[in-house]
């Protein structure tokens, strides 16, 4: 028979709130490995955490002599049930007070929230800024112009996850016990450890994955288990917002992933698109006069690109002019 019948028990238990309440406990191994054993105690395990989570942050703004009050009348209401429910110890009084006081909670709200997610914190940028994040693990994250990226102070202890709104480039330190996934709106990607691009602008209608070291596994948010599709080195994976559809292609230069080290490329990119990745690398507003022209692709590397350089070259070959005025470019397609 098991030690630990009731949750309680699991409560009263030193190693087992030393493994909820940290990431790097001694006793990881040995509870993780319980909990699997004993499938039957899900209950009590999610009702010991709770209390243990909760008892961790003394509430603020009661003083021991009212906290005391609390446990008191707790103590009378539940002993007509169960009259050893707890042991008289400081560590459960105080759970016991932050038990009874979640059940107050037009009076007692700020316990609500108690802690189950790690805070996340968030990094952006503007147009024509970038910046370099590394996380706790190690992660190294270069996000591009415009873009945010969320993730928590401190990663957990089976997984790690993020959020991205744009670009950034990802060189992820390896843990086979802590996949990291990439939230980018509509997929999600995960790898162990490897070096990898994702695209994700709210205005674009595609999203990329570009893959250069490792492997990933690129899982579509709103498809099931058959939406996983793994990328090998060297390939670009497109989603179509628009629409829904996916292609898997070679990644044709080194320079496609290259813009962190101040190089523009373009692979048979749509003018549109274009147009509006200038916009945010030079924080400027482009204003097309003749749009019907805005499907014509261009292919051509721009390396420590000036708007003005960027704008030549592409005019020159698309045959346009445009004029720079107020930070604002009018481009003007011949007829």
Same mark, same amino acid.
């Given at each position: 028979?098991?030690?630990? $019948? #009731?949750?309680?028990?699991? =409560?009263?238990?030193?190693?087992? &709130?030393?493994?909820?309440?940290?990431?790097?406990?001694?006793? +990881?191994?040995?509870?993780?490995?319980?909990?699997?054993?004993?499938?039957?105690?899900?209950?009590?395990?999610?009702?010991?955490?709770?209390?243990?989570?909760?008892?961790?942050?003394?509430?603020?703004?009661?003083?021991? $002599? #009212?906290?005391?009050?609390? =446990?008191?009348?707790?103590?009378? &209401?539940?002993?007509?049930?169960?009259?050893?429910?707890?042991? +008289?110890?400081?560590?459960?009084?105080?759970?016991?007070?932050?038990?009874?006081?979640?059940?107050?909670?037009?009076?007692?709200?700020?316990?609500i929230p108690f802690q189950n997610e790690p805070a996340f914190l968030t990094e952006s940028t503007q147009n024509g800024e970038q910046k370099v994040i590394t996380l706790e693990d190690g992660t190294k994250v270069t996000l591009n112009v415009s873009s945010q990226l969320s993730y928590p102070k401190k990663f957990g202890k089976n997984k790690r996850d993020v959020k991205l709104d744009g670009e950034a480039f990802f060189e992820v330190v390896k843990d086979e016990k802590r996949p990291f996934t990439v939230n980018a709106g509509v997929l999600d990607v995960q790898v162990l450890g490897t070096t990898f691009n994702v695209s994700n602008y709210n205005e674009d209608e595609q999203v990329d994955v570009e893959l250069l070291t490792g492997a990933v596994m690129v899982k579509l948010s709103d498809t099931d288990t058959n939406g996983i599709i793994p990328l090998r080195i060297q390939e670009k994976f497109s989603f179509q917002k628009t629409p829904g559809n996916w292609s898997i292609d070679k990644i044709a230069s080194e320079k496609q992933v290259d813009w962190q080290n101040g190089t523009l490329y373009f692979s048979s990119t749509p003018l549109d698109r274009i147009f509006r990745e200038m916009e945010r690398w030079f924080d400027t507003e482009i204003d097309i006069r003749n749009k019907t022209l805005l499907p014509m692709r261009f292919t051509g590397t721009f390396e420590d690109p000036t708007l003005d350089s960027v704008l030549e070259g592409i005019g020159f070959i698309l045959d346009f002019n445009y004029s720079i005025n107020d930070d604002k470019v009018i481009i003007e397609f011949s007829e």
């Open positions: 028979m098991s030690q630990f $019948e #009731e949750f309680e028990d699991l =409560v009263n238990d030193d190693s087992f &709130r030393d493994w909820i309440l940290s990431d790097d406990s001694e006793h +990881q191994i040995f509870w993780e490995n319980w909990v699997n054993e004993n499938p039957d105690k899900k209950i009590e395990v999610e009702q010991a955490r709770k209390i243990i989570l909760i008892s961790a942050h003394k509430p603020q703004g009661l003083s021991n $002599e #009212e906290i005391n009050t609390e =446990v008191d009348k707790l103590f009378q &209401r539940i002993e007509k049930s169960r009259p050893k429910l707890f042991i +008289q110890r400081p560590f459960i009084q105080w759970a016991a007070a932050a038990v009874m006081l979640l059940g107050v909670a037009s009076i007692f709200y700020f316990l």
